[in-house]
């Protein structure tokens, strides 16, 4: 009896793994997450008909952004050139999002001097969104950059005199001016610029595969462009400069020039134990 059970499941396994492309993927499919994805066997993935990178064992990251659409297409293409589509339902975030009346007018927009500043901003932070290589620095998991209150979630939203400003783009962490800011995983230097108009001193990590963190308002700068450093090393100093109301690190974190919540991150190795299989036969 005992040896019949372990036949039956030993077959199927067999029939599996020979007549059903499976992926796993590792994560929470809500709005503003980070998702790890892997395959049972070697091929390409698409996500919304975009090819996206796989390492050796078949590993990728997705992300979705703060407004992220509910309806996600995942394709993949075995060896055989076989395609097989998975719709991810991505389940909708609740945001926080705050009304404010009675902000005095020029608070609320911009002038054209500033302008101009925060269009150079966008450029250089657009511009390090868009690093993209074969580095799998990301697959050793990210830690908190600095200890720290929580003073600002990802995604929350401030709607100024009826004008609803842009959602926030990072985590905030209250820390004291000067405590120093540890690189959250290894990665190379794709930023490092003074006195930008909202985040003043910032640094972007390159982590690979299109991944970045960002860490914002920082007093000092302690890398330089170009170079490589390891989780834990010191990046700056905890400041407030740019658009900040007290010392703080604003940290941040892209996919493939797609923002999501630094939370999922920091939460990678935990979500590495939450996997559920997609399948078809
Ligand atoms: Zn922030």
């Known amino acids: ?41 070697v091929g390409e993935v698409y996500l919304n008909g975009k090819k996206i990178d796989t390492d050796k064992d078949g590993a990728f990251l997705m992300a979705f952004a703060r407004d992220e659409k509910e309806n996600q297409l995942l394709s993949i293409v075995n060896q055989q050139g076989e395609t097989q589509s998975f719709a991810l339902p991505i389940a909708p975030t609740d945001w926080n999002i705050q009304n404010i009346t009675g902000v005095p007018p020029r608070k609320v927009n911009p002038s054209d001097g500033d302008l101009a500043a925060i269009n150079k901003e966008n450029s250089l932070l657009g511009r390090a969104f868009k690093t993209l290589n074969q580095d799998t620095f990301w697959q050793q998991g990210f830690i908190k950059p600095v200890e720290g209150r929580i003073s600002g ?80 090393d010191i990046i700056g100093l905890v400041g407030k400069t740019g658009r900040a109301t007290g010392p703080h690190l604003h940290f941040g974190a892209s996919l493939r020039n797609l923002r999501f919540n630094p939370q999922s991150l920091l939460d990678m190795n935990n979500n590495l134990q939450k996997c559920f299989t997609l399948q078809t036969k």
């Open 153 to 232: 979630e990802f995604g929350g939203q401030r709607i100024m005199n009826k004008v609803p400003k842009s959602p926030h783009r990072g985590m905030d962490i209250a820390a004291k001016e000067g405590t120093q800011v540890k690189a959250s995983a290894a990665g190379k230097v794709v930023l490092a610029y003074p006195n930008l108009f909202y985040s003043g001193n910032v640094v972007v990590l390159d982590h690979g595969f299109g991944l970045q963190t960002v860490y914002a308002h920082l007093k000092e700068i302690k890398v330089k462009l170009g170079e490589t450093v390891e989780q834990g």
């Open 1 to 41: 009896m005992k040896l019949n059970k372990y036949l039956c499941l030993t077959c199927s396994a067999i029939f599996l793994t020979f007549s059903a492309e499976a992926v796993e993927l590792c994560g929470n499919l809500n709005q503003g997450e980070l998702v790890i994805g892997k395959l049972d066997n």
